[in-house]
């Protein structure tokens, strides 16, 4: 199973755009290295604060309105995150109580396969795990 576990973002992150110390690295690092060693991390990326990023509104027509950050009126904004493969939640639970984290909260999702989708058809499932291979091929 994969999960994506998504790391919050508050004030002191996202608004005034704190970085990690140096020793906040090197913990999260050796945490990684945890995942990675383990065979269970798939990715794993810090965010820059919203107001690097922007959002792309959809309103029922075919053009997206382009909309700058920051977004400070968010309640919840992501700060990173990782794709682990793991046998169940179990595992991503217990992973994620090593995490390196003091105070914050993390939010886990499990990432859909083609199988828990009821209409996949055998030639959608074909051309999803095509495409699959092509990406990791990139």
């Known amino acids: 199973m994969r999960f994506m576990v998504i790391v919050k973002s508050d004030e002191k992150t996202d608004v ?22 383990a065979g269970v ?15 792309l509104q959809y309103s029922g027509t075919t053009e997206a309105r382009v909309v700058d ?10 700060a990173g995150f990782w794709i682990l493969q793991v046998k169940d939640r179990a595992e991503v639970i217990e992973w994620m109580k090593r995490a390196p984290f003091r105070e914050g909260e993390i939010e886990i999702r499990r990432i859909a396969e083609m199988e828990d989708f009821d209409n996949a ?4 499932v074909e051309h999803e795990q095509n495409l699959r291979k092509q990406a990791e091929a990139n």
């Open 41 to 55: 991390m798939l990715a794993g990326e810090g965010l820059l604060p919203s107001s690097e990023g922007f959002r």
């Open 69 to 78: 950050g920051p977004f400070a009126e968010s309640k919840e904004l992501i």
């Open 16 to 37: 005034a755009g704190a970085q990690p110390s140096a020793e906040e690295l090197q913990e999260m690092g050796k945490f990684n290295e945890e995942l990675v060693k």
């Open 121 to 124: 058809t055998p030639e959608i």
